[in-house]
T-cell receptor, first 111, second 117 residues
Framework: QKEVEQDPGPLSVPEGAIVSLNCTYS??????FMWYRQYSRKGPELLMY????GNKEDGRFTAQVDKSSKYISLFIRDSQPSDSATYLC???????????FGGGTRVLVKP | GAVVSQHPSWVICKSGTSVKIECRSL??????MFWYRQFPKQSLMLMAT?????????EQGVEKDKFLINHASLTLSTLTVTSAHPEDSSFYIC?????????????FGPGTRLTVL
């Protein structure tokens, strides 16, 4: 079983809709949770990160962490065609530098 | 944000040859750089952590003699795939961390696609 599970998609939504992404994980030692966006044939770009449980909002993006359920989410409001990409979740323990990534969810926002 | 470049962006080589991939931090000094491998439709897997002026730390299962990492300066790390074989074909991505930044804030390069014939 993978440490971090993420539905590969693709997730297809109409422009303007809310995109809902999530990851589940098995290692309770993870304390930091990150979301990356990766366009085709490009490196990942950090969108936001959160520490422990709770919500964090940045513009159209909202990240949620529920450590009791080992479940994290990313919501994208007012989605645009330019949001079409693969979204990767990543996690890290409090100590150490290793990021453990989910497999990524491909998102398609249709005009 | 900080910019990380990689060169080449893609390379095709014959089986048995060695390939060097460069990772540069363009507008900051990176004391720590990371090398990842990403197979098609799969996630990024950390291969090794590279600290300037010291030996790289390899993840379990990664052959250090096959994947040679050198971090000779604060802006450059290189990954050399020695005696490459078709199973080494993959997308190799580096990332870099600014001094004082958390390990959450890694800036990724655009990646290098390696195809071994």
């Amino acid at each position: 079983q993978k440490e971090v599970e993420q539905d590969p998609g693709p997730l297809s939504v109409p422009e303007g809709a809310i995109v809902s992404l999530n990851c589940t994980y098995s290692n309770s030692a993870f304390q930091y949770f990150m979301w990356y966006r990766q366009y085709s044939r490009k490196g990942p770009e950090l969108l936001m990160y959160t520490y422990s449980s709770g919500n964090k909002e940045d513009g159209r993006f909202t990240a949620q962490v529920d450590k009791s359920s080992k479940y994290i989410s990313l919501f994208i409001r007012d989605s645009q065609p330019s949001d079409s990409a693969t979204y990767l979740c990543a996690m890290r323990r409090a100590a150490g530098n290793k990021l453990t990534f989910g497999g990524g969810t491909r998102v398609l926002v249709k005009p | 944000g900080a910019v990380v470049s990689q060169h080449p962006s893609w390379v095709i080589c014959k089986s048995g040859t060695s390939v060097k991939i460069e990772c540069r931090s363009l507008d900051f000094q990176a004391t720590t750089m990371f090398w990842y491998r990403q197979f098609p439709k799969q996630s990024l897997m950390l291969m090794a952590t590279s600290n300037e002026g010291s030996k790289a730390t390899y993840e379990q299962g990664v052959e250090k003699d096959k994947f040679l990492i050198n971090h000779a300066s604060l802006t450059l790390s290189t990954l050399t795939v020695t005696s490459a074989h078709p199973e080494d074909s993959s997308f190799y991505i580096c990332s870099a961390r600014e001094p004082g930044a958390t390990y959450n804030e890694q800036f990724f390069g655009p990646g290098t696609r390696l195809t071994v014939l």
